[in-house]
């Protein structure tokens, strides 16, 4: 059973902080982690993946891996109130057919 | 806009009725996927096609539900004698690659509502 799992928060967090969103998994054959970002009403955009161990920066963004420990995590320094949304984690186990399994999300709240 | 495009956007229909759904994929992109997304609830899969090869359906879609992808190009979901627990978002994606690195682009999806 492929499981990943977010605390659905809502995360509160003030204008120019840094926001910490984590995701643990089940599965240790889970290759490929993929953060998405969802406002209310609105479709998943995609905005970061990451495949090997460590960091990956883009912009204000990191996604940080630990295969290890299963667990994924996504910084957004210098939030801002447009940040406010669902970020759902997404992993994808090799060797089947590439589908990813959701978590549910976790609530972030930029407040000025 | 080369985007995922879904129509309609918003549904709203009778418990019984059927309903259909369009997804048109990026143009260059070989697979498609449909999704449903309830509130609080992260998407979850329901089938996939390669081009026009319907490749896997998950155990969430049961035989009320039917899609296709007839050219390889736009795909239609449809939902035969609606009940009221199909009411969700309904989501199209679409990805290039088959493998690991399956980033996956939505499309703004249908909200289906049944009375």
């Known amino acids: 059973q492929k499981e990943v799992e977010q605390n659905s928060g809502p995360l509160s967090v003030p204008e120019g902080a840094i926001a910490s969103l984590n995701c643990t998994y089940s599965?240790?054959?889970?290759?490929?982690f993929f953060w998405y970002r969802q406002y209310s009403g609105k479709s998943p955009e995609l905005i970061m993946s990451?495949?090997?161990?460590g960091d990956k920066e883009d912009g204000r963004f990191t996604a940080q891996l630990n295969k290890a420990s299963q667990y994924v995590s996504l910084l957004i320094r210098d939030s801002q109130p447009s940040d406010s949304a669902t970020y759902l984690c997404?992993?994808?186990?090799?060797?089947?057919?590439?589908?990813?399994?959701f978590g549910r999300g976790t609530s972030l709240i930029v407040h000025p | 806009d080369t985007g995922v495009s879904q129509n309609p956007r918003h549904k709203i229909t009778k418990r019984g009725q059927n309903v259909t759904f369009r997804c048109d994929p990026i143009?260059?992109?070989?697979?498609l996927y449909w999704y449903r997304q309830t509130l609080g609830q992260g998407p979850e899969f329901l089938t996939y096609?390669?081009?026009?090869?319907?490749?896997?359906k998950s155990r969430l879609l049961s035989d009320r539900f039917s899609a296709e992808r007839p050219k390889g190009s736009f795909s239609t979901l449809e939902i035969q004698r609606t009940e009221q627990g199909d009411s969700a978002m309904y989501l199209c994606?679409?990805?290039?690659?088959?493998?690991?690195?399956?980033?996956?682009?939505f499309g703004p999806g249908t909200r289906l509502t049944v009375l």
């Open positions: 994606a679409s990805s290039l690659v088959a493998g690991a690195d399956n980033e996956q682009f």
């Open positions: 599965d240790r054959g889970s290759q490929s």
């Open positions: 990451i495949y090997s161990n």
């Open positions: 997404a992993v994808i186990v090799a060797g089947g057919s590439y589908i990813p399994t």
């Open positions: 143009s260059e992109h070989n697979r």
């Open positions: 096609f390669q081009n026009e090869a319907q490749l896997e």
